[in-house]
């Protein structure tokens, strides 16, 4: 069973444009919640995290939403470009654990 | 990719024999983790290590094990591979405390293919 639930599964953006990708959870004791984004042939690499007590954070065109009434957040990517293209994975974690619940990834495609 | 090796990068083998993966860090961080993706599944933890010799299990730990007996590598062997082991798996390293999720490092992967 998925602990996150992630779509879409693929995305095709023009360059300039606003990428969103979304996940949900279950379990409110998940306590911190990275996006993760996967180059082919490489290891993901963490891009952006957030607590649950923000409901927001920005890190350049990367910007988290957290809504923790509705037990989601999602991933906001400004001004797309191609090189943004890649693979991106929202996670999950439990206080203290030594596990991420990762989803099951968007494939981001930006257009030139 | 943060001082992660992963070795070999890729691997063909027979069901029912036995493989062995390795991962080297020259960052002397603490804690070192296996994971292993797949389609439609997203990363899930094999095992990891917390320190030399100290290793538990994940959530897909059935058919795998593992030693650390250096804090720079961690050894992942499938004792009888089986095709539903085929897979691409990554090692991840961490140097943090409790919270040791905070900052993954991820290695680039080995693209493990079992016929």
């Known amino acids: 069973q998925q602990q996150v639930k992630q779509s879409p599964q693929s995305l095709i953006v023009q360059k300039g444009g606003i990428s969103i990708i979304n996940c949900a959870y279950e379990n409110t004791a998940f306590d911190y919640f990275p996006w993760y984004q996967q180059f082919p042939g490489k290891g993901p690499a963490l891009l952006i995290a957030i607590r649950p007590d923000v409901s927001e954070k920005k890190e350049g065109r990367f910007t988290i939403s957290f809504n923790k009434s509705a037990k989601q957040f999602s991933l906001h990517i400004m001004d797309s470009q191609p090189g943004d293209s890649a693979t991106y994975f929202c996670?999950?974690?439990?206080?203290?654990?030594?596990?991420?619940?990762f989803g099951t990834g968007t494939r981001l495609t930006v257009i030139p | 990719d943060a001082g992660i090796t992963q070795s070999p990068r890729h691997k063909v083998t027979e069901t029912g024999t036995p493989v062995t993966l390795r991962c080297h860090q020259t960052?002397?961080?603490?804690?070192m983790y296996w994971y292993r993706q797949d389609p439609g599944h997203g990363l899930r933890l094999i095992h990891y290590s917390y320190g030399v010799k100290d290793t538990d299990k994940g959530e897909v730990s059935d058919g795998y094990s593992v030693s650390r007996s250096k804090t720079e590598d961690f050894l992942l062997t499938l004792e009888s591979a089986t095709s539903s082991q085929t897979s691409v798996y990554f090692c991840?390293?961490?140097?943090?405390?409790?919270?040791?999720?905070?900052?993954?490092?991820f290695g680039s992967g080995t693209q493990l293919s079992v016929l």
């Open positions: 996670a999950a974690s439990l206080p203290g654990a030594n596990n991420l619940f």
């Open positions: 960052e002397n961080h603490r804690y």
């Open positions: 991840a390293i961490s140097d943090d405390g409790p919270l040791t999720n905070e900052k993954l490092f």
